[in-house]
């Protein structure tokens, strides 16, 4: 009875989370890439890196290249209210029923009339496993743990299982970074 308490409580407090004040107007959508009109490479460049830290881990920076990526960080569920990876009630409740994880490249490259262009990519994806994980049902009946040791050649190629299941880009966490970023720069 208080689990179903609780649950009620947390779905009413989401929903009046996202309903929001109509009083205030809607921050324009930062286009990506975004145009920084700043002839200095390097503060484009940490300011970038700085944002891209806040939330996940870099991986590389290759200022030849002018590419940043990071390390795939696992989705923020409705339980973790201090990470802000997952973007809106709706990204937070995917993470939350599923296991997904989300990694950012970014480029910083030179516009063609001058400052530069900073583009942002969030891919999403989903966790592929076998068999779920951890899964207890019928091990009381069936035990795996020593199954019979049986040796079969395998003829032709054998499908090996990816992992993750790429999804898309996360469009809503792309617009938070490059709002970060433009706020950062004072655009």
């Known amino acids: 009875m208080r689990l179903r308490m609780f649950a009620a409580c947390l779905v009413a407090a989401a929903a009046i989370g996202q309903a929001g004040c ?6 324009p959508v930062a286009e990506n890439p975004l145009l920084v009109p700043s002839a200095d490479f390097e503060t484009v460049w940490k300011t970038t890196v700085a944002v891209l830290d806040e939330y996940f881990d870099i991986a590389t920076e290759n200022r030849l290249s002018h590419t940043i ?3 795939p960080k696992l989705g923020a569920t409705l339980l973790e209210p201090w990470n802000g990876d ?5 990204e937070r409740l995917e993470s939350t029923m599923q296991t997904i994880r989300r ?11 001058g400052g530069f262009v900073v583009k ?4 999403k994806e989903l966790e592929d496993l076998a068999r779920p994980d951890r899964a207890a049902a019928g091990r009381s009946v069936f035990n ?8 079969r050649e395998i003829v032709g190629p ?15 966490l792309e617009q938070v970074i490059l709002q970060r970023i433009r706020d950062a720069l004072f655009l």
Request: no cysteine.
């Open 120 to 123: 942002i990519e969030v891919h």
């Open 22 to 27: 109509s009083i205030v107007a809607p921050r």
């Open 69 to 71: 990526v990071t390390q």
């Open 144 to 151: 795996n743990d020593f199954p019979i040791n049986r040796s």
């Open 86 to 90: 997952s973007v809106g009630f709706d």
């Open 103 to 113: 990694f950012a490249r970014a480029t910083v490259t030179q516009a063609p009339g």
């Open 158 to 172: 054998v499908p090996v299982p990816n992992g993750w299941i790429r999804l898309n880009r996360d469009s809503k």
